[in-house]
């Protein structure tokens, strides 16, 4: 099983709707990641927060929203999407700077349709 | 920006064969990773290889990492239908980003 858990795990969705999508772990990490993928091509970063403060923001557009409130959790808030946006977000998490040499550790996914 | 490099990007190899999945990248770094990916499944980590000369073995899998020549190797023994899966090879700069290769969809034959 996965110590990182996302949800939902599929998530359909018209282009006016508002949701969330929703990242846990335990492990302790300070690092938490927000990662889109496609069908075939690899994980494509958006966001990092460290120490609950956001790090890193690859240029997402702004229909993406990040929230970490607190060192376990870490949202997506969705809002205006387009059908384009619809991918696999997956959710990780690793010691802060690679400390510990710790790897990324990935949720399960959402599954994200935008219609 | 650090750029990753797999090859093959597709490889079909018949089962009890072995073969080798190639991870260059473009700037220093001291740190790499292998992941395996299951169709509609999320990523595993397979290998953390921290320093010039590293290798890891686990099963059917070896990587190895030449820092000097920027080069990762996953060296597959005896392939197994177990096997297939898209393998990714990620590296780190001194920030908190993971640079993923192209991957590299293996399909092993029986």
């Known amino acids: 099983d996965t110590e990182v858990t996302q949800t939902p795990k599929h998530l359909v969705m018209g282009m006016t709707n508002k949701k969330s999508l929703k990242c846990e772990q335990h492990?302790?990490?300070?690092?938490m990641y927000w990662y889109k993928q496609k069908a075939k091509k690899p994980p494509e970063l958006m966001f990092v927060?460290?120490?609950?403060?956001?790090?890193i923001n690859e240029s997402v557009p702004s229909r993406f929203s990040p929230e970490c409130p607190n060192s376990s959790l870490l949202n997506l808030h969705l809002h205006a999407l387009q059908p384009e946006d619809s991918a696999l977000y997956l959710c990780?998490?690793?010691?802060?700077?690679?400390?510990?040499?710790?790897?990324?550790?990935f949720g399960n996914g959402t599954r994200l349709t935008v219609t | 920006e650090l750029k990753v490099e797999q090859n093959p990007l597709f490889l079909s190899m018949q089962e009890g064969k072995n073969y080798t999945i190639y991870c260059n990248y473009s700037?220093?770094?001291?740190?790499l990773y292998w992941y395996r990916q299951d169709p509609g499944k999320s990523l595993e980590s397979l290998f953390v290889?921290?320093?010039?000369?590293a290798v890891k073995q686990e099963g059917r899998l070896m990587a190895s990492l030449d820092t000097k020549a920027r080069l990762s190797t996953l060296h597959i023994t005896a392939a197994v239908h177990d096997l297939s899966a898209t393998y990714f090879c990620?590296?780190?700069?001194?920030?908190?980003?993971?640079?993923f290769g192209t991957g590299t969809s293996l399909t092993v034959i029986p």
């Open positions: 990780a998490s690793s010691q802060v700077g690679g400390a510990g040499n710790s790897p990324l550790h």
């Open positions: 492990m302790g990490h300070r690092a």
């Open positions: 927060y460290s120490y609950e403060k956001l790090s």
């Open positions: 700037t220093t770094s001291d740190r």
């Open positions: 290889l921290l320093s010039n000369g």
């Open positions: 990620a590296v780190t700069n001194t920030g908190n980003q993971f640079y």
